[in-house]
Each structure stands twice: as C-alpha cells, then as structure tokens.
Nanobody, 122 residues
Framework: QVQLVESGGGLVQAGGSLRLSCAAS??????MGWFRQAPGEEREFVGG????????DYADSVKGRFTISRDNAKKTLYLQMNSLKPEDTAVYYC?????????????????WGRGTQVTVSS
C-alpha cells in the first residue's frame, strides 16, 4: 500500500521556522513535491524535488525561505521553512509523481498525503 504521511506542522510566530517531513512507503517516486492550500484558495505548488537530487524548484513566494531535502534511506522528504509569514498559513501536502522532471500542477501527481496544518501568527 502506497502511503505519504506528513508531519511537523504546528503554530509558529511570524519570523519563526518549522520543518515538515513526508514519509513515503510502498514505493519510491521519481519526483516529490510540496503543495499548500489556504482556506478558500486553490492548492498551490510550493516546491519540488527529483529523487535523484538533480533538480529542485520552488514557488517564487517561498524562494530563499524554504528548502527541500531528502533522506533516501528513510524515504523521507523534508521542507525546512524559515522566516515564516502569516500568508504561509495553510495545510501543507506532500505528493509523489512518476515523472522524472519537476512538475508544478496538481494533476501531475499520483499520490497525496493527508496534509499537515501550518499556522503562522502575526
């Protein structure tokens, strides 16, 4: 059974940091990504990474503040979030895709986790 399980969300003050984790089981994915969805908004791409580590990409809104990393042995993807802003408040989702290139569209991902809530207070 394929599963993606996110953890690490919580409440943090503006300017603070959080690290999200996404543990994959059942299979490996060529590409994994982080998305987020705020209330009343569309789910948006945050960042993506190829499992080989050869490519990483981020949304403009998080560049320079968020960093994706991986532990291949643990099949775990991380999202380090620094300098958090209230507008980063959302449910953060991990997703896996079979493609070997980074994709930024929700429909390109085959598997999704259930999400973890991140709340940034001002």
């Amino acid at each position: 059974q394929v599963q993606l399980v996110e953890s690490g969300g919580g409440l943090v003050q503006a300017g603070g940091s959080l690290r999200l984790s996404c543990a994959a089981s059942g299979r490996t994915f060529n590409t994994m990504g982080w998305f987020r969805q705020a209330p009343g908004e569309e789910r948006e791409f945050v960042g993506g990474d190829t499992w080989s580590g050869r490519a990483t990409d981020y949304a403009d809104s998080v560049k320079g503040r968020f960093t994706i990393s991986r532990d291949n042995a643990k099949k775990t993807l991380y999202l380090q979030m620094n300098s958090l802003k209230p507008e980063d408040t959302a449910v953060y989702y991990c997703a896996g895709a079979s493609t070997t290139r980074i994709v930024k569209t929700r429909g390109d991902y085959d598997y999704w986790g259930r999400g973890t809530q991140v709340t940034v207070s001002s």
